[in-house]
């Protein structure tokens, strides 16, 4: 199935042999033509997830066997994969306590929805659903999962200066290792790693011309202490160099606690591997530090320009939850049973429209196999990380700007704090032998994870975004039919039954 994904190549508007790293990615990010956009999104689940429909049933069953068999004597120690799945987090009430983290969000996630609806409308007129749903290839990215991309159509003040350092990074002349090096002392003037030759030598940086390779971004621990690397084909624009910090995180937690028994060698839960990086992506990403560092030349520090600022932000961040979030909602539903094979498709886009508001571009159908054409699930790789990673992210910072005696959050940069930098050593250095509950503690004060940071952090924006849509009578929500938008299925099962119902009649028949 990763090798489906990794060498899927697509036409779209009559170009072909179209790879998704950086060609397919250009086009969702950048086109604005509805229809071309619809022929990249239709094309790439066509030439990935429906590719692997049967192979995906084999899997579950094959995956579920793996978490079976870890039986302990005779007793089993997991029912199912989804179970095998969520024990690093070592909660029996891991299933409810992301649902109530969701809940404490969803309003919040609700209003942007609408906010970006109401602007989108604008642009696509009556192309736009009227059950209040998003189409979901308009959104900037292939999965819809992240709306950065849109920024520039959605800017709530269009005057104030752009605050996308991109086109200031192609003019200075950034390529990928000056982008690496970049976020590589972000790190060390905390105080942490810099990394060593070999970490250089062995790393993927660009995609390399002379063979196929599967682009999405990842981190490897070769768990010999001194072997580390990153695979990324990295583009010169500011989402990579995130996606940079994101990786160096991961690369900076393996060093960290490499002189652990291999058994702890781990993230204390799996969302802490993934929010190490992001943490220091929220202070890279303010606009003083981005000034700091000669990438943002003329900020407007007014109200307006937070608002700017923060909606940026949260166009990738609070758009990102749901989809985090529902991503292993579907996965714990196939593995557990709840969601049988003819049911795929159906359940996905269930979980789609409830949660996201979006809504596919054409009708789907149970020969589609959309949740295929995201990397992690062709490639067996957990989601629930990243959800919890985006609550932590704000967690973290929230407390370690205390720490640095800085106040207003979104304000905050942790760059060159030793203070910081010596907790999240400490911290982080311990890997998964001290429970995470224990950790999230020693960072923030508290066991359990919060939206309430989150919240917090985007204050200014939740008030703006609530005044513009009374203004505009725009009312956040969408009622929308599933049945608008995948068939159902028992149609093949009415014939049969219809069928089988002749053939006994006409086997009774005979028999009389
Ligand atoms: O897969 C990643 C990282 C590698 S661990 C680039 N992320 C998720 C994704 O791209 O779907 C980071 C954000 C979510
Ligand atoms: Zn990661």
Same mark, same amino acid.
């Given at each position: 199935m990763s090798s489906i994904y990794g060498k899927a190549k697509i036409c779209v508007a009559g170009k072909c042999n179209l790879t998704l790293e950086p060609d397919i990615t250009k086009i969702m990010t950048s086109e604005r033509n509805y229809d071309v956009l619809k022929e990249a999104w239709i094309n790439w689940r066509d030439a990935t997830g429906k590719q692997m429909r049967q192979m995906y049933t084999e899997y579950v069953q094959l995956a579920n066997y793996l978490a079976i068999s870890n039986s302990f004597g005779s007793i089993a120690v997991f029912l199912n994969y989804a179970d095998y799945w969520r024990f690093p987090y070592e909660d029996s009430y891991f299933k409810r306590n992301v649902e109530n983290l969701w809940e404490e969000m969803k309003a919040f996630y609700a209003d942007l929805h609408a906010y970006v609806r109401m602007k989108l409308r604008k642009i696509y007129g009556d192309k736009m659903p009227a059950d209040g749903t998003i189409p979901a290839h308009l959104l900037g990215n292939m999965w819809a999962q992240q709306w950065g991309n849109i920024y520039n159509e959605v800017v709530p003040y269009a005057d104030l200066p752009q605050i996308d350092v991109t086109s200031e990074m192609i003019k200075q002349g950034y390529d990928a290792m000056k982008m690496f090096k970049l976020s590589e002392k972000f790190f060390v003037d905390l105080g942490l790693n810099k990394m060593e030759d070999e970490f250089w030598k062995n790393s993927i940086i660009v995609k390399p011309e002379n063979r196929e390779l599967i682009c999405h971004a990842s981190a490897w621990d070769f768990s010999d202490g001194s072997d580390f690397r990153i695979k990324m084909c990295t583009d010169v624009n500011f989402h990579d160099l995130i996606t940079i910090h994101h990786e160096m995180g991961h690369i900076q937690y393996y060093q960290l606690y490499k002189d652990q028994p291999q058994v702890f060698r781990e993230g204390a839960n799996p969302g802490f591997h993934e929010a190490l990086g992001d943490l220091m992506g929220l202070s890279v990403s303010t606009p003083g530090h981005l000034k700091k560092i000669k +990438? +943002? @030349? @003329?900020?407007?520090?007014s109200d307006k320009g937070t608002i700017n600022f923060q909606l940026k932000l949260a166009l990738d961040k609070v758009a990102f939850m749901p989809f985090g979030y529902l991503i292993d909602l579907w996965r714990w539903g196939v593995f557990e049973g709840t969601t049988t094979k003819d049911q795929y498709t159906r359940k996905w886009w269930e979980l789609r429209i409830n949660y996201q508001g979006i809504s596919p571009p054409v009708k789907r159908s149970e020969n589609d196999f959309d949740p295929g054409g995201k990397y992690h699930v062709a490639a067996n790789s957990p989601y629930m990380s990243y959800f919890v990673s985006h609550i932590l992210q704000f967690q973290w910072h929230k407390a370690l700007c205390m720490l640095a005696k800085e106040t207003i959050l979104h304000k905050c940069d942790i760059d060159g704090n030793k203070e910081v930098g010596d907790k999240i050593r400490k911290v982080f250095s311990q890997g998964a032998s001290i429970p995470w509950q224990k950790q999230l503690e020693n960072l923030t004060d508290s066991a359990e994870m919060s939206a309430k940071p989150l919240l917090e952090y985007f204050t200014p924006l939740r008030e703006f975004l609530k005044k513009e849509l009374a203004a505009a009578n725009e009312k956040p929500g969408w009622t929308a039919s599933i049945d608008d938008y995948v068939e159902r299925n028992d149609t093949n099962c009415g014939n049969v039954s219809h069928n089988s119902l002749i053939l006994l009649l006409l086997v009774s028949a005979s028999l009389i």
């Open positions: +990438l +943002l @030349n @003329n900020f407007d520090e």
